[in-house]
């Protein structure tokens, strides 16, 4: 019984071998080993404080300021791509390897037309790969540097992946116009050209702020506006140029000069949706979220 049961274990051990060399000898013709699903991952993006875009002559320099993420040094960058940003550097994977002519058509896609990316930690550079895709924008492609070029998706994430990397690099701003905080503010100025009474201006006047014309101030107002003010965020960021009569323009004067920012408005309260420009940026707004910051100088006059 015991010498039956020996020679079964023998045969099954005898069996496993064989199978371990048929495996072995198949992993050798077919490439050798898994697919690196994490080629392109990095598992702590909290060492990233800039990541360098560079599409067709645009570079779009995502760096790490005091104050957040800054956009070229200019203006800060939209939360929602922050997220996503780091989203795909941390979970996107490796679906397969492209080869032959496939692998050669992408690569020399991204070469022509598609995004280099270089990801800092301070002076050393965590990882650099090329993005592009299929004409359809249906199917992602990463490529290394020396050029191994792979289809990758984001789980949980149906849309074109590359498509974050071909944005061009207005859409990079934060939806938040203004950048000053109320109390880096120096001045405020309030200009209706449409009625020329509606003026005002609020200064910053040691220990507090004044507004043109107002001698009883309810201090409270002038709080909740300048927070309605600074935190104020647009729909979108539009591609557009137009040149329209302004209505309202509303300008800000801070202690770090490179914050001072004037928002023109085109258009009325009646209309659901205004454009507006700041700086060289236009911007859809929802008329409803701008009606907080619509008022004129008697709105702050404390009348208790």
Excluded at 91 to 111: C, F, N, Y
Excluded at 145 to 150: A, I, L, Q
Aim: charged share 20%.
């Amino acid at each position: 019984m015991m010498a039956n049961k020996t020679i079964s274990l023998a045969m099954l051990l005898v069996f496993l071998i064989m199978v371990s060399v048929a495996l072995s000898f198949w992993q050798k013709g077919t490439g050798g080993s898994q697919i690196d699903q994490d080629i392109f991952v990095l598992d702590d993006i909290d060492r990233i404080d800039r990541v360098v875009i560079s599409r067709g002559g645009e570079v779009i320099d995502c760096r790490a300021f005091p104050t957040g993420f800054m956009i070229n040094g200019q203006f800060p960058m939209d939360e929602n791509l922050l997220t996503l940003l780091a989203a795909v550097l941390q979970q996107v994977r490796v679906q397969r390897p492209l080869t032959g002519q496939e692998k050669q058509e992408a690569w020399q896609g991204m070469q022509e037309a598609g995004s280099h990316l270089q990801v800092y930690d301070g002076e050393q550079i965590l990882t650099s790969f090329w993005t592009g895709g299929d004409d359809a924008k249906q199917h992602s492609y990463f490529a290394t540097e020396d050029g191994h070029v792979y289809l990758v998706y984001l789980p949980g994430y149906t849309s074109y992946v590359s498509g974050l990397f071909e944005l061009p690099l207005w859409n990079w701003r934060s939806r938040t116009i203004f950048l000053n905080t109320w109390r880096s503010l120096l001045s405020f100025s309030y200009q209706d050209h449409s009625k020329p009474d509606n003026n005002f201006e609020i200064n910053y006047r040691d220990p507090f702020f004044s507004v043109s014309g107002i001698h009883r101030l309810d201090s409270n107002r002038v709080m909740n506006y300048l927070q309605d003010l600074v935190t104020l965020r647009a729909s979108s960021v539009v591609d557009t140029v137009f040149e329209g009569k302004p209505w309202l323009e509303l300008s800000t004067t801070d202690i770090d000069p490179m914050k001072n920012l004037s928002l023109v408005l085109y258009g009325d309260t009646v209309q659901n949706t205004m454009l507006g420009r700041a700086g060289e940026h236009y911007f859809t707004f929802r008329t409803v979220s701008l009606l907080p910051i619509i008022k004129n100088a008697e709105y702050f006059e404390n009348v208790e």
